[in-house]
Protein backbone atom coordinates (compact mmCIF):
# COMPACT_ATOMS: atom_id res chain seq x y z
CA UNK A 1 0.00 0.00 0.00
CA UNK A 2 1.10 3.57 -0.90
CA UNK A 3 2.25 5.58 1.60
CA UNK A 4 -0.33 8.99 2.77
CA UNK A 5 1.41 12.13 2.40
CA UNK A 6 -1.08 15.24 2.95
CA UNK A 7 -0.38 18.17 0.75
CA UNK A 8 0.92 20.94 2.72
CA UNK A 9 2.06 23.91 -0.23
CA UNK A 10 1.70 24.04 -4.05
CA UNK A 11 5.48 23.13 -4.38
CA UNK A 12 4.63 19.57 -1.89
CA UNK A 13 4.98 16.64 -4.25
CA UNK A 14 1.99 14.32 -4.55
CA UNK A 15 2.16 11.34 -5.70
CA UNK A 16 -0.64 8.40 -6.75
CA UNK A 17 -0.54 4.74 -7.95
CA UNK A 18 1.03 3.47 -10.81
CA UNK A 19 -1.27 1.91 -13.23
CA UNK A 20 -0.42 0.28 -16.38
CA UNK A 21 -0.63 2.61 -19.33
CA UNK A 22 -1.24 2.14 -23.43
CA UNK A 23 2.13 2.83 -24.99
CA UNK A 24 4.60 1.44 -27.02
CA UNK A 25 6.97 0.92 -24.67
CA UNK A 26 7.28 1.35 -20.56
CA UNK A 27 9.96 2.66 -18.34
CA UNK A 28 10.13 1.43 -14.42
CA UNK A 29 12.54 3.47 -12.46
CA UNK A 30 12.17 2.09 -8.78
CA UNK A 31 14.32 1.96 -5.25
CA UNK A 32 13.72 -0.26 -2.16
CA UNK A 33 9.73 -0.64 -1.24
CA UNK A 34 8.99 0.79 -4.81
CA UNK A 35 9.98 -2.84 -5.89
CA UNK A 36 6.57 -3.22 -3.96
CA UNK A 37 4.43 -0.99 -6.27
CA UNK A 38 6.04 -2.52 -9.77
CA UNK A 39 5.29 -5.85 -8.54
CA UNK A 40 1.54 -4.36 -8.33
CA UNK A 41 1.53 -2.87 -11.40
CA UNK A 42 3.12 -6.06 -13.54
CA UNK A 43 0.30 -7.81 -11.73
CA UNK A 44 -2.56 -5.29 -13.08
CA UNK A 45 -0.88 -5.27 -16.32
CA UNK A 46 -2.11 -6.62 -19.72
CA UNK A 47 0.19 -9.80 -21.09
CA UNK A 48 1.88 -7.21 -24.08
CA UNK A 49 3.15 -5.02 -21.48
CA UNK A 50 6.22 -6.68 -19.91
CA UNK A 51 7.50 -7.58 -23.16
CA UNK A 52 7.81 -4.14 -23.99
CA UNK A 53 9.16 -2.77 -20.83
CA UNK A 54 12.41 -1.66 -19.04
CA UNK A 55 12.65 -2.07 -15.06
CA UNK A 56 15.87 -0.41 -13.37
CA UNK A 57 15.65 -1.19 -9.45
CA UNK A 58 17.93 0.21 -6.82
CA UNK A 59 17.46 -2.36 -3.62
CA UNK A 60 17.67 -0.81 0.07
CA UNK A 61 16.49 -1.91 3.13
CA UNK A 62 13.78 -3.95 1.38
CA UNK A 63 15.24 -5.66 -1.89
CA UNK A 64 12.68 -7.15 -4.35
CA UNK A 65 15.74 -7.71 -7.09
CA UNK A 66 14.99 -11.56 -7.94
CA UNK A 67 10.79 -11.08 -7.74
CA UNK A 68 11.47 -8.56 -10.19
CA UNK A 69 13.88 -9.97 -12.25
CA UNK A 70 11.36 -12.85 -13.17
CA UNK A 71 8.85 -10.65 -14.02
CA UNK A 72 10.46 -11.29 -17.17
CA UNK A 73 10.67 -7.55 -18.67
CA UNK A 74 12.43 -6.98 -21.87
CA UNK A 75 15.40 -5.93 -20.19
CA UNK A 76 16.15 -5.56 -16.09
CA UNK A 77 19.02 -3.35 -14.40
CA UNK A 78 19.96 -3.58 -10.79
CA UNK A 79 22.56 -0.88 -9.69
CA UNK A 80 23.99 0.12 -5.90
CA UNK A 81 22.85 3.60 -5.70
CA UNK A 82 20.35 6.31 -7.21
CA UNK A 83 23.54 8.49 -7.80
CA UNK A 84 24.88 4.98 -9.88
CA UNK A 85 21.90 4.85 -12.00
CA UNK A 86 21.22 8.55 -13.12
CA UNK A 87 23.91 8.83 -15.92
CA UNK A 88 22.27 5.49 -17.17
CA UNK A 89 19.01 6.90 -16.94
CA UNK A 90 19.94 10.06 -18.55
CA UNK A 91 20.94 8.18 -21.49
CA UNK A 92 17.69 6.33 -21.03
CA UNK A 93 16.05 9.49 -21.41
CA UNK A 94 18.21 10.74 -24.45
CA UNK A 95 17.33 7.83 -26.63
CA UNK A 96 13.87 7.26 -25.69
CA UNK A 97 11.14 7.04 -28.09
CA UNK A 98 8.28 8.69 -28.37
CA UNK A 99 5.32 7.68 -26.36
CA UNK A 100 7.10 6.22 -23.80
CA UNK A 101 5.33 5.53 -20.70
CA UNK A 102 7.62 6.27 -16.86
CA UNK A 103 6.85 4.99 -13.85
CA UNK A 104 8.91 6.38 -10.77
CA UNK A 105 7.91 4.21 -7.59
CA UNK A 106 9.72 3.93 -4.09
CA UNK A 107 11.26 6.89 -1.89
CA UNK A 108 11.22 10.73 -2.34
CA UNK A 109 14.35 11.10 -3.51
CA UNK A 110 14.35 8.38 -6.25
CA UNK A 111 11.30 9.90 -7.45
CA UNK A 112 12.63 13.26 -6.81
CA UNK A 113 15.87 12.79 -8.75
CA UNK A 114 14.35 10.83 -11.68
CA UNK A 115 11.85 13.47 -12.40
CA UNK A 116 15.10 16.23 -12.81
CA UNK A 117 17.06 14.26 -15.02
CA UNK A 118 13.55 13.56 -16.83
CA UNK A 119 12.56 17.61 -16.79
CA UNK A 120 16.44 18.00 -18.04
CA UNK A 121 15.99 15.88 -21.17
CA UNK A 122 12.48 17.54 -21.81
CA UNK A 123 10.34 14.57 -20.94
CA UNK A 124 6.67 15.91 -20.73
CA UNK A 125 5.39 15.34 -17.36
CA UNK A 126 2.28 14.13 -18.95
CA UNK A 127 4.16 10.59 -19.70
CA UNK A 128 5.66 10.33 -16.39
CA UNK A 129 3.25 8.59 -12.56
CA UNK A 130 4.79 8.45 -9.38
CA UNK A 131 3.95 6.40 -6.39
CA UNK A 132 5.91 6.62 -2.99
CA UNK A 133 6.13 3.63 -1.10
CA UNK A 134 8.40 3.26 1.87
CA UNK A 135 10.60 6.34 4.05
CA UNK A 136 9.34 9.56 3.78
CA UNK A 137 13.39 10.18 4.26
CA UNK A 138 14.00 13.89 2.49
CA UNK A 139 16.73 15.00 0.67
CA UNK A 140 17.44 18.56 2.14
CA UNK A 141 19.29 21.30 0.46
CA UNK A 142 20.93 23.81 3.33
CA UNK A 143 19.30 27.41 1.69
CA UNK A 144 22.27 29.23 3.30
CA UNK A 145 25.39 27.07 1.84
CA UNK A 146 23.18 25.18 -1.07
CA UNK A 147 24.91 21.68 0.11
CA UNK A 148 22.60 18.76 0.39
CA UNK A 149 22.17 16.54 3.08
CA UNK A 150 20.52 12.88 2.32
CA UNK A 151 18.30 10.50 3.69
CA UNK A 152 17.33 13.16 6.43
CA UNK A 153 14.85 11.84 9.24
CA UNK A 154 14.91 14.55 11.98
CA UNK A 155 13.34 18.16 12.87
CA UNK A 156 15.46 19.98 13.14
CA UNK A 157 18.36 18.31 11.08
CA UNK A 158 22.15 19.94 10.97
CA UNK A 159 23.47 20.44 7.69
CA UNK A 160 25.99 18.28 6.49
CA UNK A 161 28.13 20.80 4.62
CA UNK A 162 28.68 24.27 6.89
CA UNK A 163 27.09 22.65 10.28
CA UNK A 164 23.59 24.82 10.90
CA UNK A 165 20.94 23.69 11.98
CA UNK A 166 17.94 23.76 9.76
CA UNK A 167 14.27 23.53 10.01
CA UNK A 168 13.33 21.61 6.81
CA UNK A 169 10.25 22.62 5.72
CA UNK A 170 7.67 21.48 3.09
CA UNK A 171 8.62 23.54 0.05
CA UNK A 172 9.83 21.34 -2.47
CA UNK A 173 12.43 22.45 -5.36
CA UNK A 174 11.97 20.77 -8.32
CA UNK A 175 15.10 22.30 -9.80
CA UNK A 176 17.46 20.53 -7.11
CA UNK A 177 15.13 17.68 -6.19
CA UNK A 178 15.01 18.37 -2.23
CA UNK A 179 13.17 19.91 0.63
CA UNK A 180 14.57 23.30 1.72
CA UNK A 181 15.74 23.62 5.00
CA UNK A 182 16.48 27.37 6.34
CA UNK A 183 18.89 27.85 9.88
CA UNK A 184 16.00 27.30 12.56
CA UNK A 185 18.41 29.40 15.34
CA UNK A 186 19.74 32.22 13.46
CA UNK A 187 18.52 34.61 15.98
CA UNK A 188 20.46 33.12 19.05
CA UNK A 189 23.28 29.78 17.96
CA UNK A 190 22.45 28.76 21.85
CA UNK A 191 18.72 27.66 21.41
CA UNK A 192 19.24 24.41 20.31
CA UNK A 193 16.04 22.49 19.96
CA UNK A 194 15.69 18.89 20.44
CA UNK A 195 15.77 16.89 17.31
CA UNK A 196 12.76 14.64 16.98
CA UNK A 197 12.44 11.80 14.11
CA UNK A 198 9.35 12.63 11.90
CA UNK A 199 10.06 11.53 8.25
CA UNK A 200 10.67 7.78 9.18
Given at each position: ?12 P ?64 T ?118 E???
Amino acid sequence: MSSAIEPSIKSRPVYGTLKPATAPAHLIIADADGGKAVLDLATAAPTSFLPNAEICYIPGKADHSVTLEALGAARFYTGPSIAAMLPRLKRTFERMHMGTQIYLAGSESLIGLAMKTAMEANIDFEAIQTEHRGSLARRVQCVHCKGITEGVTTQPVTCAHCGLLLLVRDHYSRRYAAFQGVNINAEDPSDIPPKEEVFT
